[in-house]
T-cell receptor
Framework: NAGVMQNPRHLVRRRGQEARLRCSPMKGHSHVYWYRQLPEEGLKFMVYLQKENIIDESGMPKERFSAEFPKEGPSILRIQQVVRGDSAAYFC?????????????FGPGTRLTVT | QKEVEQNSGPLSVPEGAIASLNCTYSDRGSQSFFWYRQYSGKSPELIMFIYSNGDKEDGRFTAQLNKASQYVSLLIRDSQPSDSATYLCAVSRGLSGGYNKLIFGAGTRLAVHP
């Protein structure tokens, strides 16, 4: 019973390039949360998605960041024209539909380094 | 004022002692409270959650919640060097809107020395 999967685990991009981070939720889960963790800081909520719908993107930067969760395939967090300040660990968590489970279980994360 | 506040530490305790980690939160509508442990370079892993005022015990861990004081704590008994990690406190308004948005503190670094 695999947990939340994220890839790549490490990603290096030069300033101005695009970064694509993928999250495959646990089997049967259709809700995905993305969080960002800057060095020496706690996790910051970015976005919550259900299949084909963005429900809450209140934590997403207004520019360059987007997220999707298509009907088929993983959730994608996309960062265009990356800058050094985007260097962080990005974590994904999932939950099943209609769940009373309140705790989130996180994937291993993608560590993005912008050079 | 930060939504969830924790002392950054490091909190240094000797092996076998009780480690006490504290957290305060600002949103009185918070319903669910979580403690996560995060080792360096790893993802957060859930240790405990608590919803009701009082204490909740699980092995060497005890979570304490006081909603009137907007305060939640984690006690680790018989601390071991393997407990050395950053402990993240998280709060949520529960399942309002049908989903569970956790707000995290910056974490407290715990160092257990032999």
């Amino acid at each position: 019973n695999a947990g939340v999967m994220q890839n790549p685990r490490h990603l290096v991009r030069r300033r101005g390039q695009e970064a694509r981070l993928r999250c495959s939720p646990m089997k049967g889960h259709s809700h995905v949360y993305w969080y960002r963790q800057l060095p020496e800081e706690g996790l910051k909520f970015m976005v919550y998605l259900q299949k084909e719908n963005i429900i809450d993107e209140s934590g997403m930067p207004k520019e360059r960041f987007s997220a999707e969760f298509p009907k088929e395939g993983p959730s994608i967090l996309r960062i265009q024209q990356v800058v050094r300040g985007d260097s962080a660990a990005y974590f994904c968590a999932s939950s099943p539909p209609g769940s009373l489970e309140r705790a989130l279980n996180f994937g291993p994360g993608t560590r993005l380094t912008v050079t | 004022q930060k939504e969830v506040e924790q002392n950054s530490g490091p909190l240094s305790v000797p092996e076998g002692a009780i480690a006490s980690l504290n957290c305060t939160y600002s949103d009185r509508g918070s319903q669910s409270f979580f403690w996560y442990r995060q080792y360096s370079g790893k993802s957060p892993e859930l240790i405990m959650f608590i919803y009701s005022n009082g204490d909740k015990e699980d092995g060497r861990f005890t979570a304490q919640l006081n909603k009137a004081s907007q305060y939640v704590s984690l006690l680790i008994r018989d601390s071991q060097p393997s407990d050395s990690a950053t402990y993240l406190c998280a709060v949520s308004r529960g399942l309002s809107g049908g989903y569970n948005k956790l707000i995290f503190g910056a974490g407290t670094r715990l160092a257990v020395h032999p």
